[in-house]
């Protein structure tokens, strides 16, 4: 599954509307597409903390580009990582599904994603407070997270 592609201009547009809504300065970073998709992640962190819904494009950039971050890190199609309503990806190496629901299948809410994929918050953590529901013998993305240095 390809990484997105996203648009420079629909990426800064998205940023800019979260940074507002936080009442902060617009984005004044480089403009490359991958520079603002992760300046996404720590300001939809910061809506999150400050008790708002993230403005729905940062939050699905932020979302998609971590979990793009994982299938490059994990290259396979063995477990699906889901984070509804914003993205899914297929990642980590083993036995491919080819038709319907994946045998091994991810699924959490973007603020635990983000948290999972900064490092902000454990895998073991996650499972006992029911933030994930994992099912299947591979469902387990744990020794990929974090995924590396974020920035912001």
């Known amino acids: 599954m390809p990484a997105l592609k996203p648009v420079p201009g629909k990426v800064r547009a998205a940023l800019d509307a979260q940074l507002s809504a936080l009442d902060e300065p617009a ?38 580009h971590l ?47 983000l948290e999972l994929a900064t490092g902000e918050l454990s895998w073991d953590d996650a499972m006992a407070a029911g933030r994930i529901s994992a099912s299947g013998s591979r469902a387990d993305v744990s020794e990929y997270l974090p995924i590396g240095p974020i920035g912001g």
């Open 27 to 64: 984005y004044d970073g480089p403009d490359t597409a991958a520079a603002m998709l992760t300046a996404c992640v720590p300001v939809v962190l910061r809506a999150y903390r400050r008790g708002l819904r993230p403005e729905r494009e940062a939050a699905r950039y932020a979302v998609r």
């Open 67 to 113: 979990l793009d971050r994982l299938a490059a890190a994990a290259p396979g199609r063995s477990v699906e990582v889901r984070v509804p309503p914003y993205a899914a990806v297929q990642c980590v190496p083993g036995p491919r599904h080819t038709r319907g629901t994946p045998p091994n299948v991810i699924e959490t809410d973007g603020l635990t994603w």
